[in-house]
């Protein structure tokens, strides 16, 4: 039974930091594109960064110089760095991993990541 269970959310003051982690189980993890996305109250879900099976990694432009992807395949785990936090950043953040082969996708649940300006 695939699995994805994300944690490291919670509340924190504007220029803070959090590291959100997302364990995978279920999977040959070291092959699929690992992934964060996002969503804000209101707002259609969008991607964060990703980072795929020969490490390339792609962030989006506005949060490249504050936010960094990670993935460790011993763990089957991957991670998100988020720095110098903005109320903007508020939402709740889900953990995604893609086949590379099939394009099939699956989803954690997501955990809230509340920024207090």
């Known amino acids: 039974q695939a699995q994805l269970v994300e944690s490291g959310g919670g509340v924190v003051q504007a220029g803070g930091s959090l590291t959100l982690s997302c364990v995978v189980s279920?999977?040959?993890?070291?092959?699929?594109?690992v992934g964060w996305f996002r969503q804000a109250p209101g707002k259609t879900r969008e991607a964060v960064a990703r980072l795929t099976n020969n490490r390339a990694v792609y962030v989006v432009d506005p949060l490249k110089d504050r936010f960094t992807i990670s993935r460790d395949n011993t763990r089957n785990t991957v991670s998100l760095q988020m720095n110098r936090l903005k109320a903007d950043d508020t939402g709740v953040y889900l953990c995604?991993?893609?086949?590379?082969?099939?394009?099939?996708?699956?989803w954690g649940q997501g955990t809230q990541v509340t920024v207090s300006s």
């Open positions: 995604n991993i893609r086949d590379p082969t099939s394009g099939t996708e699956y």
């Open positions: 279920g999977f040959s993890f070291s092959r699929y594109t």
